[in-house]
């Protein structure tokens, strides 16, 4: 069971751009494989952020308006949001140090 929750185009702007605290917005698909391979990092860093920063996942196939909204071209995309606005980027697979530091940055 993930600890991100999914998120769609009709709850985006509660969920994300209305949040009290940061939110990393996972761009994924069930069928990319780098996708899978960073999910367990971001469940992690889901629980060890829990009440700080909050992650979510928004399926690209699924909810393809947000996806071009953000100009989201390869996946993964993590992108980071505070106080509704865009603060950071990471694309592709990156490591769980990686994504933490773009996390805290912004706590």
């Known amino acids: 069971m993930s600890n991100a929750a999914a998120v769609t ?3 985006f702007e509660k969920e994300v751009l209305q949040s009290e605290v940061p939110v990393l917005v ?9 996708c899978r391979q960073i999910a367990p990092s ?12 909050k992650i979510v996942k928004v ?11 953000y100009g989201i071209s390869g996946i993964p995309a993590l992108l980071l949001f505070k106080g ?14 990686n994504i933490a530091k773009l996390i805290t940055e912004a706590l």
């Open 26 to 34: 996972d761009f994924w698909a069930p069928w990319c494989p780098p």
């Open 84 to 97: 509704g606005q865009q603060v950071g980027q990471l694309t592709g697979a990156h490591p769980k140090a």
């Open 42 to 53: 971001l469940d992690a860093l889901a629980e060890e952020y829990a009440g700080k920063a």
């Open 59 to 69: 399926d690209v196939d699924d909810e393809p308006d947000v996806a071009s909204r």
């Open 9 to 11: 185009t009709a709850n």
